[in-house]
């Protein structure tokens, strides 16, 4: 089923092109005077040397008979304003009720797409930043797998390089007993600094740690098995974060920085020979073409450091010839803070010099902004430190519970406790979500938990209202109801209704999400405009079960759109 917007485009570009002697853009948006604002008239004007208005009504004078449109009319400068039939939206909302994808297509090019998201690094807790990547990246990965794509999810762990020396030196001192003690706790941080306050102040200590570092690069059974000690005890940390936010991340999606070390001895060899590789002082770099720094000078990325050890862009590197050679990957997504921005332009750059990254493959840098305090700072603990992700998501439940309890004191402890989940979770998701992700956001706990406004958890009392309705009602949505659209309220729900898959299409491509959070906004304000003046259960025959389908519509779109974003949609609250 062809979207709204298309369909009207595809009616008008013919008159157009009888209009111009050739093909043009209608150029069809939503509007706040019509239903659509038809605008290619103005453009036009310069080239036929006439006025727009002109242009405008000849357009409309060969229109094709057709029964999508109610009126066609000139307004201003040359716009058109274009009313869609009520019986066309009837019909059109009827298809997209039977569709179990609410009219939106699959993917027509279905690709292999890595969502490389997350990525925290072992023996240091999750921070309050690394929520945006797990967010951001977890509803890039739901959104393309719904259209058909084949996502795979790439966690791309910090868990190899120097700082395994000092850890695993600080592991022994410990005895291997209390230090995993230590780390099961969730301590990671107080282990990591404990390791990092040694290595600064104690020569010898720095010593052995720079010693265990050969021998894990080297593979030295003892080591390896003390390294895999602290990365499984990280993980388990990791996983059970991702459980509480129901991030879609599985075991088998932790691939980190160590896979990649194998392949990074053959990688320099192909630098070299592709010519890449140039000395800097005794380590080994490359600079990709054309990008340069502050002072005009080309940036370089190391490769290979003149201690030996390899780069982080080494690492990324040989994960981007991984995933197009060897993954089939052609669209790479990388969910990542902005200030990584310059890392990525030189790895894409390097990749394509190398031959790695070739059309049709594509990378792109998912980057965004930070998540700031009230302060306008960005968000600290109490005590200043950075706000561990576990005790962020804690706190959202607790207050959402106490909302939860507050509102509806009738519920049982057990389904209290599930809403009060997804409520809290759900709020933090959103607010994430909601603001564009180029920019810093404030996290504001009252703001982000408001049951109105702009928040998940009116979308989710809006789903829960409409579940309502059939539950008071004891009516079961029926599949085959006809829609008739008559209030100018149903009206303005159905071009809502209909919008979603141009929306997804959108969002699909710019991977910015705060457009689907304000069209699901949209939505859940034109259900409430049409629930305060159109009666429902009180209607009787036809229209009740036209209306209960509005309904049930609505209440689908709306759970599907925030399964997108990974959040839950309550049947009651
Ligand atoms: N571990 C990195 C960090 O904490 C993020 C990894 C992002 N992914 C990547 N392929 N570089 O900054």
């Not at 948006?29 to 604002?37: I, V």
């Not at 027509?108 to 490389?116: H, L, M």
């Not at 109105?452 to 949505?477: E, H, K, M, V, W």
Request: glycine content about 10%; charged content about 20%.
């Amino acid at each position: 089923m062809p979207d709204l917007e298309s369909s009207v485009a595809d009616l008008f570009a013919p008159a157009f092109a009888a209009v111009a002697g050739g093909p043009v853009d209608p150029v069809v948006r939503r509007s706040q005077h019509a239903d659509f604002q038809v605008d290619g008239a103005l453009p036009l004007a310069r080239t036929l040397s006439r006025p727009p208005r002109d242009i405008a009504r000849d357009v409309i004078a060969r229109l094709g008979p057709s029964e999508l449109i109610a009126s066609a009319t000139v307004s201003g400068p040359g716009f058109i304003n274009v009313t869609i039939a009520d019986a066309a939206l009837g019909r059109l909302l009827a298809a997209a009720r039977s569709d179990e994808r609410l009219g939106v297509a699959p993917a027509g090019n279905p690709e292999t797409v890595i969502v490389d998201y997350s990525g925290p690094n072992v023996a240091k807790e999750l921070h309050v930043g690394h929520l945006r990547s797990t967010v951001i990246g977890d509803a890039c990965a739901r959104l393309l797998s719904w259209l058909g794509h084949d996502v795979i999810r790439a966690n791309h762990i910090g868990d190899w390089g120097t700082p395994f020396g000092m850890l695993i030196e600080h592991l022994l001192d410990l005895g291997e007993d209390a230090a995993a003690h230590e780390l099961s706790v969730g301590d990671l941080d107080s282990f990591y600094q404990g390791a990092r306050a040694k290595f600064d102040a104690d020569p010898a200590f720095a010593e052995r740690a720079r010693q265990r570092v050969v021998a894990l690069q080297s593979g030295d059974a003892t080591t390896l098995r003390l390294w895999r000690l602290l990365v499984a005890e990280s993980e388990a940390h990791f996983r059970a974060v991702y459980d509480t936010l129901g991030t879609q991340l599985a075991d088998a999606d932790f691939v980190g920085e160590s896979f990649y070390d194998p392949l990074l001895g053959p990688l320099v060899s192909e630098l070299d020979e592709a010519g890449l590789l140039r000395d800097s002082d005794g380590a080994k770099v490359v600079f990709p073409a054309g990008i340069l720094g502050r002072d005009g000078e080309p940036l370089p990325i190391i490769i290979r450091k003149r201690d030996g050890g390899f780069g982080y862009g080494a690492t990324d590197l040989a994960a981007i010839r991984h995933r197009t050679q060897e993954l089939k990957a052609t669209r790479l997504l990388y969910v990542v803070g902005s200030p990584q921005q310059r890392h990525f332009e030189l790895v894409f750059q390097a990749a394509r010099e190398a031959g790695w990254l070739t059309a049709p493959a594509r990378a792109q840098h998912i980057g965004f902004g930070q998540v700031l305090g009230a302060d306008g700072r960005k968000l600290a603990s109490r005590a200043g430190g950075a706000v561990k992700l576990a005790e962020l998501l804690s706190e959202a439940v607790d207050r959402a519970a106490t909302i939860v309890a507050e509102k509806n004191p009738s519920l049982g402890t057990a389904q209290r406790a599930a809403i009060a989940h997804a409520v809290g979770i759900g709020a933090i998701k959103y607010a994430d979500l909601s603001s564009d992700r180029g920019r810093d956001y404030l996290f504001a706990w009252d703001r982000m938990l408001a049951t109105t406004g702009d928040t998940a958890a009116y979308l989710q009392y809006t789903y829960a209202r409409i579940r309502s309705i059939f539950r008071r009602g004891g009516a079961a949505p029926s599949a085959d109801a006809a829609i008739t659209v008559v209030d100018p309220a149903e009206h303005a729900l159905a071009l809502e209704l209909l919008a979603f898959p141009a929306v997804i299409d959108e969002v699909a491509e710019t991977l910015r999400f705060h457009t689907l959070t304000g069209y699901l906004q949209g939505l859940a304000g034109a259900f409430t405009a049409f629930y305060d003046r159109c009666p429902v259960l009180r209607a009787d025959g036809g229209t009740r079960a036209s209306r209960l389908a509005l309904c049930d519509l609505t209440a689908r779109v709306l759970a599907q759109g925030l399964d997108l974003l990974g959040i839950s949609t309550p049947e009651r609250m």
